[in-house]
């Protein structure tokens, strides 16, 4: 036999409590009647008093009390087989690990922020696959689509801008790879949410936009960064700061986040834009109205719940326990002395 809450049976303490409580109750009660009067003038003034009944009364409530505590901690034994369907919408995060995202015009930083906002997100997703991308000048697929949000937090956990050794940002090929990461044989909603500042030279975001659009796939971008810019600092590695990155020229480097080209992405596949703060909660909303298919069928080998069996002892013992009398009714030749004096 096992438990489903086992701490609850700490509570079988309060049994050993109740008993002593009630000895106690009875031992002051009865000094209390010895101060009154010598036992054998007690004896006759309680003739009607049952103190067996009331032993056994004090002992069907402490039996049902211990009774109730075990059905609380839900005893379970025995098993069968339950098919368990899952359903849910295929929702894979391409995350942006460029060194852009280090910039710190939104704290800590743009990267660690993204992070914060997924892990938010997945707090909210309820019966969702969820996948990751990685991408910055080049883009694969980190984990592919999973149920056990407890695996793609770690690998969530695990990223950072030295997971791709080649620089730059290629939003477009990001957003292509995520399109791979769908199982087609599934109906249902795909959608992609996309967390990056939005800066790319290289591809053409919204054009992979729409060919993912074609492919009945909804895009939501989350945009990470300010419009003014902020500088890509160099760390070390303890993750302290110690400069930050220039041109050829000497001067600065700035990230801006390109709002734009990110609302244009997510309108083209018929999603939303984003800011960064917050976005959590809005993207489970919409995805939540999206179709939902069934992602999986699997059976599962369930314990037996038999808390039933020990209630039912708890409030028989109660009722048994209320139908038991205190006193008792005298004797017929008690009635004729007392009678005829």
Do not use: C
């Not at 009660?29 to 008093?49: E, F, K, N």
């Amino acid at each position: 036999m096992s438990f489903a809450l086992p701490l609850v049976l700490v509570a079988l303490l309060l049994v050993p409590a109740a008993v002593g409580l009630v000895v106690w109750a009875a031992r002051s009660r009865q000094r209390a009647l010895d101060t009154l009067a010598p036992r054998h003038l007690l004896a006759g003034l309680l003739i009607g008093v049952s103190g067996v009944g009331r032993r056994w009364r004090t002992v069907l409530w402490v039996t049902a009390l211990g009774f109730a505590v075990i059905a609380v901690a839900r005893p379970q034994w025995g098993e069968r087989e339950t098919i368990v369907e899952q359903e849910g919408v295929q929702v894979v995060v391409v995350l942006d690990v460029s060194a852009s995202m280090l910039a710190q015009d939104v704290k800590p930083d743009r990267l660690t922020r993204a992070k914060l906002e997924m892990i938010e997100l997945m707090d909210r997703l309820d019966g969702d696959e969820i996948g990751l991308v990685l991408f910055s000048g080049s883009a694969f697929i980190q984990l592919p689509l999973t149920s056990d949000y407890l695996t793609a937090r770690r690998f969530l956990d695990a990223a950072n801008t030295n997971s791709i050794s080649r620089p730059g940002t290629v939003v477009g090929r990001a957003i292509e790879m995520a399109a791979l990461a769908f199982d087609e044989d599934r109906e249902g909603a795909k959608v992609i949410l996309l967390m990056t500042d939005g800066e790319d030279s290289e591809t053409d975001p919204v054009a992979a936009s729409r060919e993912a659009a074609d492919q009945g796939i909804t895009i939501f971008t989350v945009g990470f960064g300010s419009a003014q810019g902020e500088p890509v600092p160099n760390l070390d590695r303890q993750g302290n700061v110690v400069g930050f990155k220039t041109d050829r020229a000497g001067a600065q480097v700035l990230s801006r986040l390109d709002e734009e080209t990110l609302r244009a992405v997510a309108d083209a596949a018929g999603g939303s834009y984003f800011r960064a703060g917050g976005a959590a909660a809005a993207i489970a909303n919409r995805i939540d109205d999206l179709q939902a298919s069934r992602l999986d069928s699997r059976e599962e080998i369930q314990r037996i719940e038999r808390f039933q069996i020990f209630l039912a002892i708890a409030v028989l013992a109660l009722i048994v326990a209320e139908l038991i009398p205190e006193s008792t009714l005298r004797t017929q030749s008690t009635r004729k002395e007392e009678a005829f004096g």
